[in-house]
């Protein structure tokens, strides 16, 4: 069993930036492959990004540039640093975990962006 906690979500005007983290506990965290995802009102979830248990990275086509995963296993957290944010990237971002086709999910947390 994996927690996830989810944090750093909030209002951000366009072109602004926002970090959210993703704090783990109850596993070893650095065997599972972390992802971002996020659902906008009205819309399915989407994978945004990706990172494995050995660094390799994916980003979602439409977000490379300006989204960047990352972890830091001795903090058993994930991150996700969101630059030049635009109103279609309004969301709820969820924090997931994945090894041997388990999968968990932390609770979520708000992103809007809008002036």
């Known amino acids: 069993q994996v927690q996830l906690v989810e944090s750093g979500g909030g209002l951000v005007q366009p072109g602004g930036s926002l970090r959210l983290s993703c704090a783990a506990s109850?596993?070893?965290?650095?065997?599972?492959?972390m992802n971002w995802y996020r659902q906008a009102p009205g819309k399915q979830r989407e994978l945004v990004a990706t990172?494995?248990?050995?660094?390799?990275?994916n980003y979602a086509d439409s977000l490379k540039g300006r989204f960047t995963i990352s972890r830091d296993n001795a903090k058993n957290t994930v991150y996700l640093q969101m630059n030049s944010l635009k109103p279609e990237d309004t969301a709820v971002y969820y924090c997931?975990?994945?090894?041997?086709?388990?999968?968990?999910w932390g609770q979520g947390t708000q992103v809007t962006v809008s002036s």
């Open positions: 997931n975990a994945k090894r041997l086709g388990m999968g968990y």
């Open positions: 109850g596993s070893i965290f650095s065997i599972y492959t």
């Open positions: 990172i494995t248990s050995g660094g390799s990275l």
